[in-house]
């Protein structure tokens, strides 16, 4: 009986998670959502309260692969003082950021400015929070591990770069003609223009 509720369970978010990239958050319904899995409405508030809980249980797939997409980039992986100056290691974090975004740009572009209204509204602002958390242990990790280096950047201005490590994503997914070539081109800029900032900020020589 459990492996058919686990069954049922999994189509409504499969279902909902078609409905919610084709039509938007606002568009999709409870009723639309029974239409298309052939689950009655009532069946689907037996597992969900409303649509806003579904939709939170459909992003949290996505939230998870980006979170663990920074810890990994900002932890042990990214311990490495040569990225700074060594192309190969930049091309890599291109490559990674470029399949990252085809992977999951859909569910990107809905939680970054089609959440309004639900209880993922904010995530922009959990998403820089998340970032300023991993990038300050980065920070303390790196100057453990490069002890010449400094790692005091100011709150606010650490805000900022967050802010603009998001950013650099929401154009990633907004931008439905971009070519693999120009996002790849605007990739090695964007990372190109951070890793000199972040030489200065460090006092790498």
């Keep these: 009986m459990q492996v ?4 049922k369970k999994k189509r409504i978010l499969t279902i909902a998670h078609q409905e919610f990239i084709n039509n938007g958050v606002k568009k999709t ?4 959502i029974s239409i298309s899995s052939g689950i009655a409405v009532g069946n689907i508030y037996h597992y969900f309260r409303n649509k806003n809980e579904i939709y939170s249980a459909v ?3 996505t939230i998870k692969a980006l979170y663990d997409f920074i810890e990994k980039y900002n932890g042990e992986k990214g311990l490495n003082i040569e990225f700074y100056s060594v192309e190969e290691y930049q091309q890599q974090m291109i490559e990674a950021l470029l399949h990252f975004v085809q992977k999951y740009k859909s569910e990107l572009k809905l939680l970054l400015f089609h959440s309004s209204g639900t209880p993922l509204e904010n995530f922009r602002e959990a998403l820089i929070a998340k970032q300023m958390e991993y990038g300050e242990n980065y920070l303390k990790e790196m100057k453990k591990k490069y002890p010449h280096i400094s790692h005091e950047v100011s709150p606010l201005f650490f805000y900022f770069l967050c802010s603009m490590w998001v950013s650099m994503l929401g154009i990633l997914c907004m931008q439905e003609e971009l070519s693999i070539d ?4 605007f990739l090695k800029e964007y990372i190109g223009y951070g890793t000199a900032g972040w030489k200065h900020l460090m006092q790498i020589k």
């Excluded at 058919?4 to 069954?7: C, Q």
């Excluded at 319904?29 to 639309?32: A, D, G, L, P, R």
């Excluded at 120009?182 to 081109?185: E, F, H, L, Y």
């Design 29 to 32: 319904t409870i009723n639309q």
């Design 4 to 7: 058919l509720k686990d069954d």
């Design 182 to 185: 120009t996002a790849r081109s």
């Design 59 to 61: 992003m949290q797939p």
